[in-house]
T-cell receptor, first 115, second 114 residues
Framework: AQSVTQLDSHVSVSEGTPVLLRCNYS??????LFWYVQHPNKGLQLLLK??????LVKGINGFEAEFKKSETSFHLTKPSAHMSDAAEYFC?????????????FGRGTQLTVWP | DAGITQSPRYKITETGRQVTLMCHQT?????MFWYRQDLGHGLRLIYY???????DKGEVPDGYVVSRSKTENFPLTLESATRSQTSVYFC?????????????FGPGTRLTVT
């Protein structure tokens, strides 16, 4: 079975400070992991993905995530937050075996960026 | 425009009514998906389709019907809408199911059942 747990439902940071959004995963297979972002009243956009290549994955808009198998974690980081980063972020694991291709979403983390 | 579109973007309907949400993609992707997004639940898979005339249930299929007569279209029907089906519905498509293949999402349909 596959699942992800996003450890924080809300994160607030000041503009220019680092961002850390935490995600732990559970998977019976070697996982494929993703981070999606959803801006208000918009669809979902892929930020980055891990598919068993480099453990440090770089995405769009300065975001990156590190896959840590020993900790079953895939935390999303950004060195310096921008006002435009305010959005909801979803950690996602892709299914394998009989659930191949299905996406399993975390409950989301709402990021607020203060000026 | 190329991409994946959904219609309507907003819909209000009454309990017991039938309503159909449309999804159209221009990439000729084989796979299409329907998700619902509810506060505190992230997105959950309702149904998906591997090709025309091939569909399968996801996590929360009860109360929904899908069809796929053409590769580019994947309509979702609520046969008798209930208040619990008030949600935001997202359609997605993907060329393949493999690890490196991204799912592309439509803009969503906000459905309110009164």
């Amino acid at each position: 079975a596959q699942s992800v747990t996003q450890l924080d439902s809300h994160v607030s940071v000041s503009e220019g400070t680092p961002v850390l959004l935490r995600c732990n995963y559970s998977s019976s297979y070697s996982p494929s992991l993703f981070w999606y972002v959803q801006h208000p009243n918009k669809g979902l956009q892929l930020l980055l993905k891990y598919t068993s290549a480099a453990t440090l994955v770089k995405g769009i808009n300065g975001f990156e995530a590190e896959f840590k198998k020993s900790e079953t974690s895939f935390h999303l980081t950004k060195p310096s937050a921008h006002m435009s980063d305010a959005a909801e972020y979803f950690c996602v694991v892709k299914g394998g075996g009989s659930t191949l291709g299905r996406l399993y979403f975390g409950r989301g983390t709402q990021l607020t960026v203060w000026p | 425009d190329a991409g994946i579109t959904q219609s309507p973007r907003y819909k209000i309907t009454e309990t017991g009514r039938q309503v159909t949400l449309m999804c159209h993609q221009t990439w000729s992707h084989s796979y299409m998906f329907w998700y619902r997004q509810d506060l505190g639940h992230g997105l959950r898979l309702i149904y998906y389709s591997a090709a025309a005339d091939i569909t399968d249930k996801g996590e929360v299929p009860d109360g929904y019907v899908v069809s796929r007569s053409k590769t580019e279209n994947f309509p979702l029907t609520l046969e008798s809408a209930t208040r619990s089906q008030t949600s935001v519905y997202f359609c997605a498509s993907s060329a393949r199911l493999g690890d490196s293949y991204e799912q592309y999402f439509g803009p969503g349909t906000r459905l309110t059942v009164t």
